[in-house]
């Protein structure tokens, strides 16, 4: 293990480390987005619902360009933009007052993420030798949730259900990222060459969107994953609507920010364990598994109304989220054609359509039915997650026909 921690490549330690930061910074504030409009600006479980939708629905069409642009031009330009229009963003989020300010900045805030998540994930694959890719992309994911363990224990002591300042804080702190991003670039100048760098994909935006949307190995993952995430979608979009409007809680978003510490807390414990005993299977697997551990959370949510077993639902559907996506970047890594890597990882944003549609059909399902009935909001939930697995197994059985095949193909040529 210390062998390979030693072979990282110091950039990718600086997006890792970023990570936290990043992750701290924002869960310090969007995670309470749905509570704040509700509370602060008396927004409706629909109105919500849309301003949390938007910034999946850029993210779903605004992902792949993001990644083919990286591509073309290079990944150094397009994190450097991309990250400090970022801040800029965040302190809009700070200045809002009304609900179609939010509506806005949540749509730029998913641009961003769209354009930097796919570019930072294809770099890190770069500059990562195939032997340690696994190890990178979990460390960059135990990252994520080492941030937001911190992040929303931080925000609620700032009041983020009812306060803008944790939005001026994350601004702050992805100018301060994107300042050491190019210190690093530059100290680094010399050292790391990335494809993206010398002239660029000659693929044109057509020629790679036809490649990816006819990889129909790709196509599976692409929508097994999006019914992954559209259960993962509603953790954060109706369960803590739900929270905060059921009668049977006092307090639903102090409630809502110990299930999210939680969920990160139990991440960190159970990643590796997790990962070390998935990792001889196959990637597509662990997501078909983590599907089942998630919508079976969702079971647990629907049918008890107590915080024992809210916070037993919570590590159930962590352990899910987990075994979706770990191995989730190694799967898209090891389908994606070398020369078209961003927009491989790229054209997985088209996944977050299940974000879009989590909130929008939580905030339907709390409206017709309201808190007061929870199964009538959360079985529908578990029955349009469970579609993904079909999916994922068609999948499954395409890689492995492909993997015979190489071998089969090996056996020939040696003899």
Known sequence: MNKHLKEIHPLAWTIIIGTIFGRMATSMSIPFLSIYLIKTMGASPVETGMVVAVSSLIGVFASFYGGYISDRIGRRKVLIFSIFSWAIVFIGFAAANQIWMFFVMNALNGLCRAVFEPTSRAMLSDITKPENKLLVFNLRYAAINLGVVIGPLIGLQMGSAESGVPFLIAGAVY???GI??????????????????????????????????????????????????????????????????????????????????????????VQYPLVRTFRKLPPAVSLMVGNVFVAGSFILFGMWDSWWAM?????????????????????VDRIAKPELKGTYFGMMGFNNLGNVLAPLIGGALLTHFTAEQPLYIFIPIVLMTVCGIPFLLLAHVRLEHQDKHKVNHTVKEAT
């Open 175 to 177: 100018i301060l990222y």
């Open 180 to 269: 050491v991003l190019i210190i690093q670039f530059a100290l680094q100048s010399e050292q790391v060459k990335l494809p993206s760098e010398d002239g660029g994909s000659k693929v044109s935006l057509r020629e790679a969107f036809t490649v990816t949307s006819r990889d129909r190995t790709f196509i599976y993952v692409l929508i097994g994953s999006m019914f992954c995430v559209l259960g993962f979608g509603h953790f954060s979009s109706t369960l803590a609507q739900y929270l905060e409007l059921s009668p049977q809680f006092e307090d639903g978003a102090k409630l809502f920010t110990y299930m999210l510490s939680l969920n990160a807390v139990v991440v960190l414990i």
């Open 311 to 331: 916070l037993a639902g919570v590590v159930i559907f962590t352990i899910g989220e987990v075994l979706m996506f770990t191995l989730m970047d190694l799967l």
